[in-house]
């Protein structure tokens, strides 16, 4: 994960490093929830164009989407609600939960914006777009992503949610 080997070399590092493996760990969670998305709408859209109902793999897209934004939506208002009390489920050390803390609401903006991403990969999918897919996500993360991430990291000395920002952009592009 670059965000974690990115906190290494911060300001803190051991500080930097465990409240990132913490919110990596969130994010980690949400994300196996929306594979679940993935491989339904792959699954859905590849049955309905196979019958030759194209409205209908539409509408099962729309109807995908708008629930996987609404359950982001939903674990982000959650996360900034509980984000004085969350931390404390992962560590003891005040510097970290203060880190994670402030990290919550880039956390919280990751979170919306990931619950969406694989639901789309799977619609590419279904739709008979793999190697499309594939190429989008490496320019995406690695391109666009990770470096813009280091850069607003340590050139412009953002610190980890210049990481986190970057990398929202690399998935939201």
Known sequence: MSLILAAGYVKDAEIAVDATSICANIIGWTFMLCIGFNA?????????????????????????????????????????????????????????????????????????????????????????????VAYVNIVCYYVIGIPLGLFLTFF???????MWYGMIVGTTA
């Open 156 to 162: 412009i000395n953002c610190g980890m949610p210049g």
């Open 40 to 132: 339904a709408i792959s699954v859905r859209v590849s049955n309905e164009l196979g019958a030759g109902h194209p409205r209908r793999a539409k509408f099962s897209v729309v109807v995908v989407s708008i629930t996987s934004l609404a359950i982001g939506a939903l674990l982000t208002l959650l996360l900034i609600l509980t984000r004085s009390q969350y931390p404390l489920l992962f560590t003891n050390n005040a510097k970290v939960q203060r880190m994670v803390y402030d990290l919550t609401p880039v956390l919280g903006l990751t979170l919306f914006v990931n619950t969406l991403q694989p639901t789309l990969s799977g619609l590419a999918i279904g739709a008979g777009w793999q190697e499309h």
